[in-house]
């Protein structure tokens, strides 16, 4: 089956750096989705990307849809410490009854 | 976006016995799903909820372990039967938003069991 791959398991950073994660499939995509979970919260959507080659931001946040439809990537600039938590990436592929596949997340540490 | 409330937030129950996890959104949406996930894990779909007929399970649930309900186009109940242990986790509901492709999912109920 479809498979996402997020790495590494988890980030430490400084607070004020700019960090970047990865997603990377082995099929193609026709939706990428970026998600943030705060300890005991549901997941937030971030950023929605629809088209292959596709770059949208949110504040302090970018997000690329790959040009092959297999990756995607996530930029987080000027990081602080609410920026902590576990980001995952989501991926539907083409058809009506395609679901949501979901990365591993990736634990980010902000240290002041 | 869709606003998702889930009730209750958390609970501690015994093994053996049932819960019913209650989510309302504040629009009509046509897609609403069912996630686990367990401690320290990723998201897995359970089911999709269909209005007005059975819900869609996947490889792994079934419906009387999960049973679901769906009777109008904001509200949604997942059922955790004959509960164990192994049952602890967080449970979420999703909605898809009409016109797009986008997801979002409820706050969660986070389930001990004893």
């Known amino acids: 089956g479809q498979q996402l791959n997020q790495s590494p398991q988890s980030m430490f950073i400084q607070e004020g750096e700019d960090v970047s994660m990865n997603c990377t499939s082995s099929?193609?995509?026709?939706?990428w989705l970026w998600y943030k979970q705060d300890p005991g919260e549901g997941p937030v959507l971030l950023i929605a990307?629809?088209?292959?080659?596709e770059l949208t931001s949110n504040g302090r946040l970018t997000a690329q849809f790959g040009i092959t439809r297999k990756d995607s990537f996530l930029n987080i600039s000027a990081s602080i410490p609410s920026d902590v938590g576990i980001y995952f990436c989501?991926?539907?592929?083409?058809?009506?009854?395609?679901?949501?596949?979901f990365g591993k997340g990736i634990t980010l540490s902000v240290r002041p | 976006s869709a606003v998702i409330s889930q009730k209750p937030s958390r609970d501690i129950c015994q093994r053996g016995t049932s819960l019913t996890i209650q989510c309302q959104v504040d629009?009509?949406?046509?897609?609403m799903f069912w996630y686990r996930q367990q401690p320290g894990q990723s998201l897995t779909l359970i089911a999709t909820?269909?209005?007005?007929?059975?819900?869609?399970?996947e490889s792994g649930f079934v419906i009387d372990k999960f049973p679901i309900s769906r009777p109008n186009l904001t509200f949604s109940t997942l059922t955790v039967s004959n509960m164990s242990p192994e049952d602890s986790s967080i449970y979420l509901c999703?909605?898809?938003?009409?016109?797009?492709?986008?997801?979002?999912f409820g706050p969660g109920t986070r389930l001990t069991v004893l």
């Open positions: 999703s909605v898809v938003e009409g016109g797009t492709d986008t997801q979002y």
């Open positions: 099929s193609i995509f026709n939706t």
């Open positions: 990307l629809y088209k292959a080659g």
């Open positions: 989501a991926g539907r592929a083409a058809g009506a009854n395609s679901k949501l596949t």
């Open positions: 629009s009509q949406v046509t897609m």
């Open positions: 909820a269909n209005q007005g007929s059975e819900a869609t399970y």
